[in-house]
């Protein structure tokens, strides 16, 4: 059953570093962008977010609705950006192994063993 546990452990470990490597080496998450939200729907977000940085997004359906989104970013990576923007719909965003960023309710996230 230890073994198990560890196992499981390192799978999670590995699949966590996999995705915060792919998450580091897209360059367009570099780019700054200013985002300024009042009351906005998770796809409207999105839908700017994208047209600003040219990233791609998948938004999974969530059983509850995402919290409408007020942000004011100025001169922030694309990477704050999502990592804000998700934050403050109650959702957390990963990218794929195509590089597209699936943004997911964080009642949905699997549990991080620290």
Do not use: W
Not at 56 to 77: G, Q, T
């Amino acid at each position: 059953m230890k073994k198990l546990i560890r196992n499981l452990a390192l799978v999670a470990v590995a699949t966590t570093a996999l995705a915060a490597s792919a998450f580091a080496q897209n360059p367009a998450l570099e780019k700054r962008v200013d985002l300024h939200l009042k009351g906005a729907d998770m796809m409207a977000a999105v839908r700017l977010l994208s047209a600003n940085t040219g990233l791609k997004f998948v938004v999974e359906p969530a059983e509850n609705r995402y919290s409408r989104i007020d942000l004011s970013l100025e001169d922030v990576s694309a990477a704050d950006a999502i990592r804000y923007l998700t934050q403050a719909a109650g959702a957390y965003a990963e990218p794929d192994e195509n590089g597209v960023f699936v943004i997911r309710p964080l009642s949905a996230r699997p549990n991080r063993i620290a």
